[in-house]
């Protein structure tokens, strides 16, 4: 819908400028002088409105047009080519290029756009205002083009950075996790080793258990390894806090926390993804929200998922702009939800305040613990006013 009222506002322009550029040649020149100019300006009107079908051959045949163009003024002693119309085609072609093409490719159509532009002066025209109009036209196509490009290659390397850094923490605990669960089967092993010499009948049974500790451990390595080999994907888990510690620390507005019954038990990538998904979001909140009077931190867990939702009651007169934008916080929770297998969502809720809500798949072993699977939360109240 978007690109049809740019292209319906574009062709508009296209129509004014042509127009008047016709009016003011016939007022001035008088005759049919001005088909021509307003033939190659309909025509890279035409080429501007298809430009995102093929975008570099749009810009060289728009390029193309303006040359014959400039030939033809020339030769025939027409009205100084290119014109206002042209020129604002050939200004849409070029900026287009430039913000989409591979750069050798933009750099071309930059040049040839440049070219084109000074090469007005060979249409026989005694005024500068010919070069000047298509000069001007050329920086406003470089200026629309490598701007936005700019931009995007700047929040890409932002947002690269933040991968890495996820890389790097999920490489510095990557030992404490495959080390827990090596521990895991080293002491199991142990322990069947004992049983094996006082009751031999339930060998069996301690290699089944030493037999699951190491697939458990081997799930586990392999997620931990994939996402370091995953490209630009990595997630990592947080340090093994409780959150009850996390949100009493909290120096923003009271936080209600509501947690499964019992002692929550999840693999150790799941709960420090928890971790810092909640941790994360109580700092956007405070930092972004300063409205706020109420937050609640709820965790509730199904027999195959578990579900995360951080939410304020910040209105939207106190919600700070920049955190409409997204920001890059929201990448590394996504990042880490989404590499093991979950989604997440972040955004103004309709009632009013604000949402962060992630649903994490929970492995067949080890999720739940000895927590029930149809447990649902027992609210617990903190005042969120101590020292960070």
């Known amino acids: 819908m978007r690109e049809r009222w740019e292209a319906a506002g574009l062709g508009v322009a296209f129509a004014v400028v042509l127009a008047e550029w016709g009016y003011r040649i016939v007022d001035s020149w008088g005759g049919g002088y001005w088909v021509p100019g307003c033939v190659a300006g309909a025509v890279a009107g035409v080429l501007a409105l298809v430009r995102r079908r093929a975008r570099l051959w749009t810009a060289v045949a728009g390029m193309a047009v303006a040359a014959v163009a400039i030939l033809v003024a020339r030769l025939f002693d027409l009205p100084a080519e290119p014109g206002p119309g042209l ?43 010919v070069l000047v109009l298509n000069l001007g036209a050329w920086l406003a196509a470089l200026a629309g083009g490598l701007g936005p490009r700019l931009l995007a290659a700047r929040r890409a390397a932002v947002a690269e950075r933040v991968r890495q850094a996820e890389r790097l923490e999920l490489a510095r605990e990557l030992h404490d996790v495959v ?82 019954d019992g002692e929550p038990v999840w693999p150790s990538e799941v709960a420090g993804t928890v971790h810092r998904l909640v941790q994360e979001s109580l700092t956007n909140i405070a930092r972004h929200a300063p409205g706020a009077s109420a937050v609640t931190v709820s965790v509730t867990q199904g027999e195959a998922e578990l579900v995360v939702e951080v939410t304020d009651d910040a209105p939207p007169s106190h919600r700070n702009p920049a955190r409409l934008g997204g920001g890059y916080g929201l990448v590394g929770m996504r990042e880490r939800v989404e590499a093991l297998g979950g989604a997440l969502s972040a955004g103004p809720r309709p009632a009013g305040g604000w949402a962060v809500r992630a649903t994490l798949p929970l492995p067949e072993r080890g999720a739940a613990g000895g927590m029930p699977a149809s447990a649902r939360g027992m609210p617990v109240s903190t005042g969120g006013r101590g020292r960070r």
């Open 87 to 129: 020129a604002l085609g050939l200004s849409v072609l070029v900026g287009s290029a430039l913000r989409t093409l591979p750069a050798p490719q933009a750099a071309g159509v930059g040049a040839g756009g440049l070219a084109v532009a000074l090469g007005s002066q060979l249409s026989g025209s005694p005024h500068t205002a």
């Open 179 to 260: 080390a827990h669960h090596v521990t895991c089967v080293v002491l199991q092993a142990q322990a069947a080793r004992l049983v094996a010499r006082k009751d031999p009948d339930r060998v069996a049974g301690s290699l089944a258990d030493i037999e699951a500790a190491g697939s458990d451990a081997l799930a586990a390595t392999r997620r931990v390894v994939g996402l370091l080999r995953e490209p630009g994907g990595p997630a990592a888990f947080g340090p093994a806090e409780r959150l009850g510690e996390l949100v009493a620390h909290f120096s923003g507005p009271p936080v209600t926390l509501r947690l499964p």
